[in-house]
């Protein structure tokens, strides 16, 4: 996330990263280690790899390590709070994530997995607004779509919620998760409304 000058071997490993070799990338980056132990991007790098295998003990550890460098980096704030988002450990990863926010403010992907963590530690309504605020920073986002999609699904907002599913797959036809979403809208919702004429 920042603008400073990348190191070409960051540069290279995030090349791999993004066509999904990320071993490949990550033995990049600890070649770089080998040379400088305090890089902080080369353990940002290495964690968001691991984050990518879903191996979130090693993603953590590394993205420890780059807060022990540098505790004002955004980027390993925001991936290690995304890493106890994935493991359940909302308090932690709102903590991460609010920080990350401070430190990069108005960012979508960070506000978008803030609003995610904080929906799920209890602050419903809050983080359906930092959901919203990232979609607007990036209408076009599926995982934003989706994840906003989600919550308003457990809100029984079945309208709100179908509509930010037809929108991701009108930008991604084959979006499994939106797909699978969309169903299960139309199941509540017809489930939803026998309750009610029972009543």
């Keep these: 996330m920042s603008q400073q000058q990348v190191h070409p071997l960051i540069e290279e490993a995030d090349k791999k ?38 191996k979130y003990d090693k993603a953590e550890k590394a993205l420890k390590q780059a807060l022990k460098i540098s505790k004002t980096s955004a980027n390993a704030n925001y991936l290690l709070g995304f890493v106890y988002s994935c493991t359940g450990k909302w ?16 960012h979508p992907e960070i506000l978008r997995c803030l609003g995610w963590s904080m929906y799920h530690h209890g602050q419903r309504k809050r983080g359906i607004v930092l959901l919203e605020r990232s979609m607007f920073l990036a209408p076009n986002d599926p ?57």
């Design 17 to 54: 990263k993004n066509e999904g070799q990320h071993l490949e990338a990550i033995r990049l980056c600890e070649k770089l280690l080998t040379a400088d132990l305090n890089c902080t991007e080369a353990y940002e790098e290495i964690g968001d790899n691991y984050l990518s295998l879903r």
């Design 91 to 106: 308090h932690d990863s709102v903590d991460l994530l609010e920080k990350a926010d401070r430190i990069y403010p108005n």
């Design 143 to 199: 995982l934003i779509l989706n994840d906003l999609g989600v919550c308003y699904l457990n809100e029984k907002e079945f309208d709100r919620s179908a509509m930010l599913f037809k929108k991701t797959l009108q930008l991604e036809p084959d979006n499994q998760k939106a797909k699978e979403c969309l169903n299960a809208v139309r199941f509540f919702q017809r489930e939803f409304e026998k309750l009610k004429k029972k009543k």
